[in-house]
């Protein structure tokens, strides 16, 4: 297996040009990277709003294109996670430290990092306060501050109580919540029972990852020997379990292979921890469920600060707040010198840190190239990637676009909607190494 792997990828990236072998790195392919482009003088001064996936590869690659730019990143948390290994910890594979990092490990030299959040956006003074009262004039924004997990929208949860004792999860909040989320899953598969799985009705953040968690979590049962007398529901915020129709009817023939109960239209709205019952909202009315362990996902929502400052669509996700940008050229549709990356985008597609690599390139076009007198032509096209696992030690590797269509990175050689021991490989092994070459501006 190890020849064909070594042999299959190292084809791939000669053939279509993927940059990341050397640092191991193969799930999503590579742009060019930012310091091997023509380098741009300006005065121009540059704020990015967040340190995480977006924030430090924009940071890594306009550093490289720009002369005399002065560059600021606004981001108070110090701590830097590796999101996409969540679902590695949340499943006992890998220690809560796998996903823990530095921001200062990541920003480069030739930036000022201001080690506060930013409390207030003005577009229209192109001026961004911080909480400690900073205030950062720019010419140029970046917002690329994630979303928010909404956790008090549901009722009666408490994440400070999730754990073996509750039969709760949340491994979407850190890497310590994934750690006691696997405890949890762990002490509940040891006996087996009724495991509850569910996604917010919201956008969020790696659609594929509720999905991932309940099939691990079947898995688990099964080599353990306590899935026969145990029962699984995933309930679905929609009539589907997938936004991609060619990947629903996978994960629809999967959930049915593995014997996984599905309800259509529920919505979380309270858990009781204590009883261990959720309630949903569904088409006729509230209703119960009761569970020995469930994994819990909360709605997702631009920070406040952004909701407040006017970049949000008026008429779209106005209970979640994205920003306005053009989903081509991620340039905000009101205030041009404002673009986003990353999770905070009000695009149809593309909430993934696999998405991130390809709105990278396309932000450094327009602004270096408008900072050079030209007209940028770099265009997203919503490419978004998830290796979605349907056991340990195998997985999926769907990549889609804006109009659904697959877009495999190694066509004929890594099938999209088979389960291969390749795929896992790319999410167990290399994505990391491929995410840190991104923070890096090499990828
Ligand atoms: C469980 C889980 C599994 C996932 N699996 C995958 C996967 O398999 N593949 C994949 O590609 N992606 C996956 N993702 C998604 C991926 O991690 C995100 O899409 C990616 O991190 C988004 O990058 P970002 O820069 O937009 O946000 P983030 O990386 O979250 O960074 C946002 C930064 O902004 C900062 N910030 C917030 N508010 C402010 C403010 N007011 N002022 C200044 N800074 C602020 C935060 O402190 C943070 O540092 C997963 C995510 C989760 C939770």
């Known amino acids: ?165 509750t039969g709760t999860g949340a491994h979407y909040a850190s890497p310590e919540h994934a750690v006691k989320t696997w405890q949890a899953m762990d002490a509940f598969t040891d006996r087996g029972g009724h495991a509850l799985f569910s996604r917010p009705a919201t956008e969020m953040k790696c659609a594929g990852a509720p999905i991932k968690y309940c099939f691990l979590t079947d898995d688990y049962l099964r080599r353990k020997g306590t899935r026969e007398g145990s029962h699984i529901t995933y309930a679905a915020h929609s009539g589907i379990l997938f936004g991609v129709p060619v990947i629903n009817e996978k994960v629809v023939i999967i959930m049915r292979r593995q014997d996984i109960e599905v309800c259509h239209h529920h919505v979380l709205q309270s858990v009781d921890m204590d009883r261990k019952l959720a309630t949903f909202n569904t088409q006729d009315g509230p209703t119960d469920i009761e569970y020995d362990f469930f994994n819990v996902i909360p709605p997702q929502r631009a920070p406040q600060v952004v909701r407040d400052s006017g970049l949000s669509w008026a008429d779209r996700w106005t209970d979640q707040g994205w920003i306005e940008v053009d989903m081509g050229t991620l340039r905000h549709a009101r205030y041009p010198n404002v673009f986003g990356i990353g999770d905070i985008n009000g695009v149809p597609k593309g909430k993934t840190a696999a998405s991130v690599k390809w709105h990278l390139p396309v932000v450094e076009d327009h602004l270096v190239s408008e900072l050079a007198g030209r007209e940028g032509t770099a265009i997203y096209n919503g490419y978004t990637s998830c290796p979605l696992i349907t056991r340990v030690g195998r997985a999926m590797l769907v990549e889609f676009d804006y109009q659904d269509n697959l877009t495999p990175s190694f066509p004929g050689i890594v099938a999209p909607l088979e389960e291969l021991w390749i795929s896992w490989l790319m999410k167990e092994v290399a994505l990391k190494a491929t995410y840190n070459a991104m923070l890096r501006g090499r990828a």
Request: no cysteine; charged share 20%; glycine share 12%.
């Open 1 to 165: 297996m190890t020849r064909l792997t070594d042999i299959s990828l190292a084809g791939a990236a000669s053939r279509r040009g993927f940059l990341g072998l050397a640092a191991g790195g193969l799930a999503f392919a590579a742009a060019t990277p930012a310091a091997q482009a023509e380098r741009v003088r300006t005065r121009a001064k540059i704020v990015i709003l967040g340190a995480g996936a977006g924030g430090a590869s924009i940071a890594n690659r306009l550093v490289e294109r720009l002369d005399g730019a002065e560059i600021t990143v606004v981001d108070g948390k110090t701590e830097h996670w590796y999101q996409p290994g969540f679902t590695l910890i949340a499943a006992g594979l890998r220690p809560g430290s796998y996903a823990k990092s530095q921001n200062s490990d990541w920003l480069p030299s030739g930036v000022t990092w201001v080690q506060e959040h930013a409390a207030e956006i003005d577009p229209e003074a192109q001026r961004v306060t911080t909480t400690g009262g900073q205030r950062l004039d720019y010419d140029y924004l970046i917002v690329s501050t994630g979303l928010v997990l909404d956790w008090d929208a549901v009722e009666g949860f408490d994440l400070d109580r999730i754990g073996p004792e």
